[in-house]
Nanobody, 127 residues
Framework: QVQLVETGGRLVQAGGSLRLSCAAS????????MAWFRQAPGKGREFVSA??????????ADSVKGRFTISRGSAKNADMVYLQMNSLKPEDTAVYYC??????????????????WGQGTQVTVSS
């Protein structure tokens, strides 16, 4: 089992920055991919960004490319995943979820492929 807890969501003005954190615990050595998804009211869960747990390999949705950066914590915080969000827009408003996949699947964009999820953290961007 892997447990995930997100923090860092809040109200921010358009153009501002925010860093989300996800703390992973439990059987973290079994993680293959970590990702961030988001869900706006009335919409489905949308892929934002992902990284391979044991490789320097990241992916981003086109809508956030160049504005968001996913990273893993340093050696002291190796079980942390961060999402640095810059140049925020009102359309970035959503509940952001951290997710973990423990199977070695080549694709990482589909929520159904992830077997562990956090509870979500609300990000609201005002115009």
């Amino acid at each position: 089992q892997v447990q995930l807890v997100e923090t860092g969501g809040r109200l921010v003005q358009a153009g501002g920055s925010l860093r989300l954190s996800c703390a992973a615990s439990g059987r973290t050595s079994e993680i293959y991919t970590m990702a961030w998804f988001r869900q706006a009211p009335g919409k489905g869960r949308e892929f934002v960004s992902a990284l391979r747990w044991f490789a320097d390999n990241t992916a981003y949705a086109d809508s956030v490319k160049g504005r968001f950066t996913i990273s893993r914590g340093s050696a002291k915080n190796a079980d942390m995943v961060y999402l640095q969000m810059n140049s925020l827009k009102p359309e970035d408003t959503a509940v952001y979820y951290c997710a973990a996949m423990t199977h070695a699947l080549p694709e990482r964009y589909y929520p159904g492929d992830y077997n562990y999820w956090g509870q979500g953290t609300q990000v609201t961007v005002s115009s």
